[in-house]
């Protein structure tokens, strides 16, 4: 059984469990599990079975795609309130992960049980409507990825990036690289030549964006 201070944060993050009656929500979190997990830990793999329905108190998880050559693509993240869409594709067609879940940062969550999952599927509309809401919100997202990758130039998608984070950013080049499944190399010879334009100012794990609307310009050429 979750602690009250557990049960109460979940709730908050996702209150369509809240619509549950009060004996039924009891009886789920009963068979809940609470798991703290370290940043760097591979939450599920490809071609690994799914064990159950991951919901976020803390933290988040990283979804990647890799390829035979080491090369990594970012599908997407997941942060407390939102579910795992690869997560609930494979419960719903009882196949394996196609792709690698990584903690980003230490996650606090709680795992649902697929047979919990499947029975708050089946019977609880709030439940439902959640889970099919994200999908359609993270399918969005994916096709944006799609076409960016299909149609923009590298240089143009880590301008988009940087201005969409927090400046100055504290990150690596080659995370940078992994998140637009890129090189190093590549990333890094470009930032240089973002610096030399005099749009974004560089430092040791560190980049600072000093000039937001010419990167903006570029992004949308």
């Avoid at 591979?42 to 990647?64: A, H, K, T, W």
């Avoid at 795609?65 to 795992?84: D, F, N, T, W």
């Avoid at 196949?95 to 879940?101: L, M, N, V």
Wanted: hydrophobic share 45%; with cysteine; proline share 5%.
């Amino acid at each position: 059984m979750l602690s009250t201070d557990l049960r109460t944060r979940l709730l908050q993050h996702y209150p369509a469990l809240a619509e549950l009656p009060a004996t039924e929500l009891d009886m789920l979190l009963a068979s809940a599990m609470v798991m703290p997990v370290p940043t760097g830990t591979v939450i599920f793999d490809e071609n690994q079975p799914c064990q159950g329905f991951p919901m976020l108190l803390s933290g988040s998880i990283r979804v990647i795609k890799s390829a035979p050559s080491g090369r990594e693509l970012q599908l997407y993240r997941v942060s407390p309130g939102e579910s795992c869409i690869l997560t609930s594709s494979c419960l719903l067609g009882h196949t394996r992960y196609q792709a690698r879940g990584i903690a980003e940062l230490p996650l606090e969550m709680v795992l649902l049980s697929a047979p919990a999952f499947h029975t708050l599927m089946g019977t609880h509309q709030a439940f439902r409507d959640y889970v099919f809401h994200l999908f359609s919100d993270r399918l969005t997202d994916l096709m944006q990825l799609v076409s960016a990758v299909a149609f923009q130039k590298l240089d143009q998608r880590l301008a988009a990036l940087l201005i969409a984070k927090p400046s100055p950013l504290r990150t690596t080049h080659q995370a940078l690289a992994d998140e637009l499944g890129s090189a190093r190399e590549m990333v890094s010879r470009l930032l240089k030549g973002f610096a030399e334009q005099g749009w974004v100012r560089l430092a040791r794990e560190q980049i600072e964006v000093v000039d937001i609307a010419a990167l903006k310009r570029f992004a949308e050429l």
